[in-house]
């Protein structure tokens, strides 16, 4: 089956404490069925100073999030959307089920 979100999308949470919220999918780890996503489920760590380059202190970083809490923004609507795929020319393209439009 198709990827539904790769790498460089823009997503929207549509369950968990970020519903709402979009931001740009960072990684895809198809095999845990999650995805990284800049400025969603955002977590906090303590770490320790590595000299030279980082300092030490409370890191606020993005941490993985299941797919399934995920949706696809139509590009042309700006909501949620799901993703089917379809054979154009020869290749497989994703497209916006709400809108109809191409996303790759």
């Not at 404490?17 to 999918?25: I, R, S």
């Not at 590595?50 to 700006?78: C, F, Q, Y």
């Not at 020869?90 to 089920?97: P, S």
């Amino acid at each position: 089956m198709p990827a539904r979100i790769k790498t460089g999308d823009e997503v929207i949470a549509i369950t968990g404490k970020d519903k709402g919220k979009t931001g740009t999918v960072l990684s895809v780890n198809p095999d845990s069925g999650r995805a990284v996503v800049e400025g969603l489920n955002i977590i906090k760590r303590h770490t320790r100073p590595r000299p030279p380059a980082e300092p030490g202190g409370v890191i606020e970083k993005p941490a993985p999030i299941h797919m399934s809490n995920l949706a696809l923004v139509d590009p042309e609507t700006k909501k949620p959307t799901r993703v089917r795929s379809e054979v154009v020319d020869g290749k497989r393209v994703r497209v916006a089920v709400r809108s109809g439009k191409k996303i790759d």
